[in-house]
């Protein structure tokens, strides 16, 4: 299972110079990760700001590499025709994480 996390609103939520950890979306990272999943860190920020918030978050562990978030695609097949499925964060809030493992396990 290959994830992208974002950073911005999912990880960490900013109020002015204030920030404020997603607690909920970054237990759920960790789970991943004990599950077994790949997971990279990307944000429109840049891979730089995604990896140093992920090392301030002591999440630096769960991921394999840092990647900003793409403007283009050059790609054969439509995006929408992509297996990918979307989970937003606000269900790592809502649903327990074992919940989410198995449906993500289901559609694979
Ligand atoms: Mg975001």
Known sequence: MIIYVDVDDTLVRSFGSK???????Q???????E??????????????YAQNYAEMAGLA???????P?????LDDVLVQNWELQQLHPNECRSTPGDELLDR???TR
């Open 35 to 48: 599950a077994g999943a790949k997971l990279y860190c990307w944000s429109s920020g840049g891979a730089e």
């Open 61 to 67: 562990d769960c991921f394999i590499a840092y990647l």
């Open 19 to 25: 920030q404020i950890a997603m607690s909920a979306t």
């Open 27 to 33: 237990n759920y990272v960790r789970k991943l990760k």
């Open 104 to 106: 993500l396990k289901e």
């Open 69 to 73: 978030k793409p403007q283009v695609l």
